[in-house]
């Protein structure tokens, strides 16, 4: 199936936002763009595996969670807090790569703002081709165009080359607490 146009679709936030050096960067029959409410159809789930457990919550879950991201008041310039983006094959209309980062508002540093890129991931098939690159460099922009001082993320010690590579460097160490209901879904 030939790719839908974004104008047909609902997505996450405004595409102008996406650098047109990335766009210009991909190989021409992939196609980057905001996360759309149907993209659980075009394979969104089925990459993210290749990072950790998914479970299939049903579109209609999808869609509310989805929903649940759009910022209540869109007029606000800075109403929008998640951009998750979607790289999408030309020729099957299928998520190929993905990644996320959410801006997280302070108070210090002058009412600062700070991105957190998260769950980055590219589909087996297409792992090598610089598309990790190119879904990293559109999150920092997009951070950045959100006015964040410091784009920052959390890795395993082997993407830790990945990541600098990306102009990323270490500092500081990743601390967590796991939920120990084991109802709470979802342990990375
Ligand atoms: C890690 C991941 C996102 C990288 O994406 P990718 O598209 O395969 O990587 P790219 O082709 O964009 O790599 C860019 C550069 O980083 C290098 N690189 C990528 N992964 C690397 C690794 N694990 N170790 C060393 N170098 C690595 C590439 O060789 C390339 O270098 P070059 O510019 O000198 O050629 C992808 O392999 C993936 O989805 N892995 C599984 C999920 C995961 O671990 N996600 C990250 C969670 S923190």
Do not use: W
């Amino acid at each position: 199936m030939p790719m839908t146009p974004d104008s047909q679709l609902t997505l996450l936030f405004s595409p102008d936002l996406i650098p047109n050096s990335v766009r210009d960067a991909l190989p021409s029959d992939l196609h980057v763009r905001p996360l759309a409410v149907d993209d659980y159809h075009r394979g969104h789930l089925e990459v993210l595996k290749v990072l950790s457990v998914v479970n299939d919550p049903g579109f209609d879950a999808y869609r509310a969670h989805f929903e649940s991201m759009l910022p209540a008041n869109t007029s606000a310039s800075k109403g929008q807090t998640y951009y998750v983006i979607s790289i999408v094959s030309k020729q099957t209309d299928k998520v190929v790569a993905t990644g996320s980062v959410f801006i997280e508002r302070k108070f210090l540093r002058g009412l600062g703002s700070v991105g957190h890129i998260e769950d980055i991931a590219v589909s087996k098939d297409m792992q090598g081709k610089k598309l990790g690159l190119r879904v990293i460099q559109t999150l920092v922009a997009l951070s950045e165009k959100a006015g964040c001082y410091k784009t920052i993320l959390n890795c395993s010690d082997e993407n830790i080359p990945f990541y600098e590579k990306c102009g990323f460097k270490k500092k500081e160490n990743e601390m967590a607490k796991y939920a120990t209901d084991s109802t709470t879904p979802g342990r990375l």
